[in-house]
């Protein structure tokens, strides 16, 4: 049960009667626990909601299209509290923070729910059979799966969680009841890559087609690993080896299977300097906001737009400054080349910002901070400067680090705009179209 914080003016569930402070019980007849319980029943034409309303059982019926909203709300995006993770993974990111950061920072979620609703990875562990099935029964699709490795007892050493290799049952069930999976294999060198690797690539094609496609990326390695399990960064020459390992699987299961199926992240390719693939090579880019295929895919929407500017828009008389992250430096200084090559006017500058909040290897444009992008002071940045909104936290509001945009913006004394990661508008923000 839920209590209602909102009911919008005018909506189908005011016309009902239904009032803010009412306790959500039952629609259909079936119990409303969370969000995902409400969204799938809430989907048919005819509904009967079960309300308590002080020592009061109440029921409103309401009629509407199917999948249309009543104009309820709830205190919280899930109806209920998010799921802690039980693990201890021994490459888990949050136990590698700095300390002194926001309290939100330090929580790990493991929750099915925000796996349907927002693409995080689960690792299984946290669900029951009975959680299985609900999944099953209300077609919630995809899942994304934190596998990491398919042999249990290294599953459980990885994890440290005595479940963790038990619950690798509900792949198949999953899969068996036509579950769109994705899964993610990270990475940590000398556990489970070589032998360990093809062992679970191999295990993991029993689940084709369910299973459409699996990442494989690199354990982060901050520089606040003190205490932790003793994690080591791939050479460059060992990423070339995982992605002739993981590209050779792939090229076998797109024999097989007409998919490639396995990828290796973008971050593999420029540790190791080895070329991006081509566009056609990722697919549907099912994994891209996991860093697979971006890089491509950035390059592909830039060129694409500047095929499309007339020599009008081309024509412009301004100096912009980019900051970027070390991974993604090499692909934005190479399109700044480009632009400024054929815009004469445009002058832009691409600054490698070295990620020293996090440090260790953390190279991504996403985790810079505010007080990385702070070493830019004294900079001629231009009229203005572009940054990736990946820098934001969720809310859109601060670094990572806590600092806010316009104090950024005061300490370099610079304009700052955002933008969103597309290759197409990063090419007009750096001409200045559409602000």
Not at 111 to 120: A, E, P, T
Not at 124 to 136: A, G, H, Q, S, W
Not at 360 to 388: I, N
Request: negative net charge; contains cysteine; proline residues 3%.
């Amino acid at each position: 049960m839920v209590t209602i914080t909102s009911v919008l003016p005018s909506s189908r569930a005011a016309k009902a009667g239904i009032r803010t402070g009412d306790v959500l019980l039952e629609i259909n007849g079936c119990e409303i626990r969370d969000v995902l319980d409400y969204r799938f029943r809430l989907a048919d034409e005819k509904v009967v909601l079960k309300l308590h309303r002080g020592a009061e059982i109440i029921e409103a019926v309401i009629e509407k299209e199917t999948y249309d909203d009543v104009g309820l709300e709830f205190e919280t995006p899930l109806m209920d509290r998010k799921q802690r993770c039980e693990n201890g993974c021994i490459f888990c990111f949050i136990d590698q923070n700095p300390k002194g950061m926001r309290e939100s920072i330090y929580f790990k979620d493991d929750d099915s729910r925000l796996s349907f609703l927002h693409g995080n990875y689960i690792t299984l562990t946290n669900l029951k059979k009975e959680d299985v099935d609900r999944i099953i029964e209300m077609h919630i699709s995809p899942v994304n799966v934190s596998i990491h490795t398919t042999n249990p007892e290294l599953r459980v050493k990885m994890m440290k969680n005595k479940r963790a290799g038990e619950v690798l049952s509900y792949l198949g069930d999953l899969a068996s009841a036509g579950t769109k999976l994705r899964g993610q294999i990270v990475l940590c060198r000398g556990i489970n890559d070589g032998a360990e690797l093809d062992r679970t690539m191999r295990d993991l094609t029993a689940y084709y087609p369910a299973l459409d496609s699996v990442s494989v990326v690199p354990a982060g390695l901050t520089g606040h690993r003190e205490g932790l399990y003793p994690l080591e960064p791939f050479t460059a020459d060992e990423c070339r080896d995982v992605i002739r390992q993981v590209t050779g699987f792939g090229d076998e299961c797109e024999k097989k299977f007409g998919e490639r199926i396995f990828f290796a992240s973008d971050e593999f390719y420029v540790k190791s300097g080895t070329p991006l693939p081509d566009f056609d090579f990722w697919g549907d880019f099912t994994q891209i906001e996991n860093g697979v295929g971006m890089l491509s895919s950035f390059i592909h929407e830039f060129r694409f737009m500047s095929e499309t500017l007339s020599d009008e828009e081309l024509s412009v008389s301004r100096h912009v400054s980019v900051a970027t992250g070390e991974a993604a430096y090499g692909t934005v200084k190479m399109l700044a080349a480009e632009l400024s090559d054929a815009a004469k006017g445009l002058k832009v500058d691409v600054y490698k910002v070295k990620n020293e909040f996090f440090g260790g290897e953390v190279t991504v444009t996403g985790l810079l901070t505010g007080t990385d992008l702070s070493s830019l002071a004294g900079c001629d940045l231009g009229d203005e400067l572009l940054l990736s909104r990946t820098m934001l936290r969720a809310e859109g509001d601060l670094f990572l680090d806590g600092m806010a945009p316009a104090e950024l913006e005061e300490k370099l004394g610079v304009k700052i705009k955002f933008t969103e990661c597309d290759g197409g508008e990063f090419l007009l923000a750096l001409l200045g179209i559409g602000d």
